[in-house]
Structure formats: C-alpha cells, structure tokens
C-alpha cells in the first residue's frame, strides 16, 4: 500500500471552509483513497472515499488530482465539533488490502 | 445493528498474565482487523483475516496471537502482558465478496494496562 504525508497540524476557523492535504505520490492504479477522523480516543469515523472522481457526500468534499499524487478533504462550514484527528489512508479496493495508518492531522477549529 | 462490539472496554493485567480482547461484528463482514494506538500516536496493525480461518501478521504482530473461527469473532489474544503492550486496542471490519473499496467500521476500543 502506498504512503501518504499529512502535516501535522492545523487551524480553522468556525464556519470557515476547512481544507486538509493529502501527499500520496507512489499510489498505485487501483488504490483508493480514504479519510477518517478520531475524536478524542473514540474509535475512528469514516468520512469519505474516492478512486479517482471527486466525491461528496453529506459530510465532506474529496478533491483528488489529476495525477492522482495528492488530495484534500474540505469541511465546507467547519465547527467546533469538527475537531479532531484526521487520518488518510491508501489501500487496494480488494479484499486483501489491508489499512495502514500514519499519525494524522490534528485539525483544531477555533471559535 | 451494533456493528463493531469490543468487550472489555477497560482493562488492567499484571506483567506476564494472559488475556483476550473479544470482537464481534453483526454485519457479515468478511475482512476484520487489529490495530494498537499509543499515546499521541496512530494507529498501527497487528493482525488481520480476509475471512473465517485465515489470518495475516500487520506491521506489529510479536506479542499476539489471533483466529478465526468464526464469520462474526476476531479474538486477539496477548499470551504474557508485557508493559509495552500498554495501549488502546481497536478492531474494525469492512466487507470482501467484491465489496473490498468499502470502508472500515470501527469498534470503541479497549484501553489496556499493563502493570
């Protein structure tokens, strides 16, 4: 499963869009692309996930590139409660393909 | 539909005792895990199976053991508690049978210490 790099942390302001990177410059073909988010130690959230297309569901944007090395994750209208540990993930859309997790984006939305 | 139950929530052993983490899953899931998450951490994985009498080592499997017997139970089994295994457990699902893109569900967790 490829890699993916996330910074460490951000700021949002409420109700301000919020717009979280994702590098994830080895993927493979048929890798997708998925995020999640922890809130305090809950167990993690799933929020949205894409091949190639961007998708939105009632949560969240997935904008992903061309080239398909990068993409972001925007809360349109970001609030309190939003804030979180974000997680990218990479992984093959098989049965075999396992989840890797790295340390995610501490996204804090301020008031 | 409970989902991803994990029991116990909260438990505390001894340095060398035994125990098991239980997880069950309602959802007909074929493809269950293990992960660990240490303070200010992510998640890392221990074990996994793509389905009932198949399991596979994740990136931190020493320590622990699994099986699968069953559709619905992933057991994690840690044979002598070492303090290093301090950490909160979580265990998720997700389908197989050409549904691999879908994502995973997450239990609660059980946070565990070891004295």
């Known amino acids: 499963d490829a890699k993916t790099t996330q910074p460490t942390s951000m700021d949002c302001a409420e109700g301000r869009a919020a717009n979280l990177p994702c590098n994830h410059s080895t993927i493979s073909g048929n890798e997708y692309v998925y995020w999640y988010r922890q809130i305090h130690s809950q167990g993690p959230q799933y929020i949205i996930h894409?091949?190639?297309n961007n998708e939105t569901n009632e949560m969240a944007s997935l904008i992903i590139t061309e080239d398909r090395k990068s993409s972001t994750l925007i809360l349109p209208h970001a609030t309190l409660r939003d804030t979180a540990v974000y997680y990218c993930?990479?992984?093959?859309?098989?049965?075999?393909?396992?989840?890797?997790f790295g340390d995610g984006t501490t996204l804090t939305v301020k008031p | 539909n409970a989902g991803v139950t994990q029991t116990p929530k909260f438990q505390v052993l001894k340095t060398g005792q035994s125990m098991t983490l239980q997880c069950a899953q309602d959802?007909?899931?074929?493809?269950m895990s293990w992960y660990r998450q240490d303070p200010g951490m992510g998640l890392r994985l221990i074990h996994y199976?793509?389905?009932?009498?198949?399991?596979d080592q994740g990136e931190v499997p020493n320590g622990y053991n699994v099986s699968r017997s069953t559709t619905e139970d992933f057991p994690l089994r840690l044979l002598s508690a070492a303090p290093s295994q301090t950490s909160v457990y979580f265990c998720?699902?997700?389908?197989?049978?050409?549904?691999?893109?879908?994502?995973?569900?997450f239990g609660d967790g059980t946070r565990l210490s070891i004295l």
């Open positions: 998720a699902s997700r389908p197989g049978q050409g549904m691999g893109n879908q994502p995973q569900h």
């Open positions: 959802m007909n899931h074929e493809y």
């Open positions: 894409g091949l190639k």
């Open positions: 993930i990479v992984r093959v859309g098989t049965n075999a393909g396992k989840s890797t």
């Open positions: 199976s793509v389905g009932a009498g198949i399991t």
